[in-house]
């Protein structure tokens, strides 16, 4: 299973951006998918998730209401929708497959770079 995120850049604060996922490989119809970012100095935190038929979503506190997953399974692909950016939202941003909550998140993206300027 591959995972290429994509759509990563130099944002303003207040402005939008949009990531996408590309899942080859496996059945993507068959996986959870999450969001995650790495800021500068700091660990890799979980953003967002969306289930495997993209009937259930969540997000953290700090970019619930700004930040919408979605997924496109006939494409194999994820997205997340982030608006309203802010300073603090600069990060590398990987996307991740589970099979399973219980096995937990097994596939990895390399990473997009959102930079938000204020």
């Known amino acids: 299973v591959q995972l290429q995120a994509s759509g990563g850049g130099l944002a303003q604060a207040g402005g939008s951006l949009r990531l996408t996922c590309a899942v080859s490989?496996?059945?993507?119809?068959?996986?959870?998918m999450g969001w995650f970012r790495q800021a500068p100095g700091k660990e890799r935190v979980f953003v967002a998730m969306?289930?495997?038929?993209?009937?259930?979503?969540a997000y953290i506190p700090a970019v619930k209401g700004r930040f919408t997953v979605s997924r496109d399974n006939a494409k194999n692909t994820v997205y997340l929708q982030m608006n309203n950016l802010k300073p603090e939202d600069t990060a590398v941003y990987f996307c991740?497959?589970?099979?399973?909550?219980?096995?937990?998140?097994?596939?990895w993206g390399q990473g997009t770079l959102v930079t938000v300027s204020s």
């Open positions: 991740a497959a589970e099979e399973s909550a219980a096995e937990g998140y097994e596939y």
């Open positions: 490989g496996g059945n993507f119809m068959h996986y959870g």
């Open positions: 969306i289930n495997f038929n993209g009937a259930s979503t």
